[in-house]
């Protein structure tokens, strides 16, 4: 069978365990993001399978419907799937195949690696040091302070206990789930959004993306944060009202910026307005690159090509297209 992985940035895909349970196939890696419709659907020409990390290429209806007739199967890291129209695959008789696999941990590891790193000029220091400079700055600790966690699911949780075990404060906002979940474990829940957002000192967004989601953090929630606090974004940047953290962090509340994501990816050529404020420490959405992570996510992927290759297709999110 001829697989096709897409987006892989590092060339990750081949030097990974699971990837050896598909010798004999040919597989071509390719490490570019086609932004191209008419381009990318060229690239997968004679390819019977995809191989697709999280959300880095949307496949909306159009080029679903521009795919070569080859194409039979997309397979995709993790169970959200909402960048791929369903629909659509299932009309062209494409299977979509995509399961759980990764932990919430490497998230939540890269939030509190962004969360230290902001707080403590933990960059700035080490490119000071470089260049034969010793201490030019006075960070913040984080004992005392209040954390706060927009949505306290897998993720969020995890963040949670680790701001408990440096002697933080944690309060969370968020659906009624959230906040009941929040009580049960002792956290706070502000008497008001409003309050939610002015009292944090660090405030972590931890929310999937959907259409009732995005855009769910506003211009006016940024504006009630302290100029000392900090935001960080390890989910995703389509959460943010658009244009709003850019114009919040350049009026100075939040003072702060930690962010993993972007509204385009990938973001090359260091063409991005974040990059060149001081204010903030950006990094390439590294939250789930990490290789347990990846280990698992494609080894599911793995598991779901050999298994349609043998006639039992597995993990199909669209289950009528196996009758056509």
């Not at 897409?6 to 060339?11: C, M, W």
């Not at 993790?78 to 195949?97: Q, S």
């Not at 990764?102 to 933990?122: K, Q, V």
Request: proline share 4%; hydrophobic share 40%; charged share 20%.
């Amino acid at each position: 069978m001829k697989i096709a992985v897409i987006d892989d940035y590092q060339d990750a895909f081949r030097k990974l365990a699971c990837a050896a349970k598909l010798k004999g196939h040919d597989i071509t890696v390719y490490r570019d993001t086609e932004k191209d419709a008419a381009r990318f659907a060229a690239r997968l020409e004679g390819y019977e399978a995809v191989i697709m990390t999280q959300q880095r290429s949307p496949l909306p209806k159009a080029l679903v419907e521009a795919l070569p007739a080859s194409v039979k199967l997309l397979c995709n890291t993790g169970r959200n799937v909402g960048h791929i129209d369903l629909a659509a695959c299932t009309a062209r008789g494409i299977i979509v195949a995509a399961a759980g696999g990764g932990l919430p941990n490497a998230t939540a590891e890269l939030t509190w690696g962004l969360i230290l790193s902001s707080l403590r000029s933990i960059p700035h220091e080490v490119q000071q040091l470089k260049q034969g400079v010793w201490q030019t700055s006075v960070g913040t600790g984080v004992h005392g302070k209040t954390l706060g966690i927009y949505a306290l699911g897998k993720i969020g949780s995890v963040v949670a206990q680790i701001g408990k075990a440096f002697g933080m404060k944690v309060t969370c906002w968020g659906r009624d789930t959230s906040k009941a979940k929040a009580r049960e474990l002792g956290y706070e829940v502000p008497a008001s959004r409003e309050a939610f957002f002015a009292g944090a000192d660090v405030l972590c967004l931890h929310i999937p993306l959907n259409k009732e989601t995005r855009g769910i953090v506003t211009a006016a929630d940024l504006a009630q944060m302290k100029s000392s606090a900090l935001l960080v974004n390890t989910s995703r940047a389509g959460l943010i009202e658009s244009g709003a953290l850019v114009d919040a962090l350049n009026k100075g509340h939040p003072g702060f910026g930690a962010i993993d994501v972007y509204e385009d990816e990938p973001v090359v050529g260091a063409n991005h307005p974040l990059l060149k404020m001081s204010n903030v420490v950006c990094t390439p959405h590294l939250g789930y690159v990490e290789a347990g992570t990846y280990e698992s996510y494609f080894g599911t992927v793995v598991d779901s090509i050999l298994s349609y290759a043998a006639g039992t297709p597995i993990n199909v999110l669209n289950p009528d297209v196996l009758g056509k």
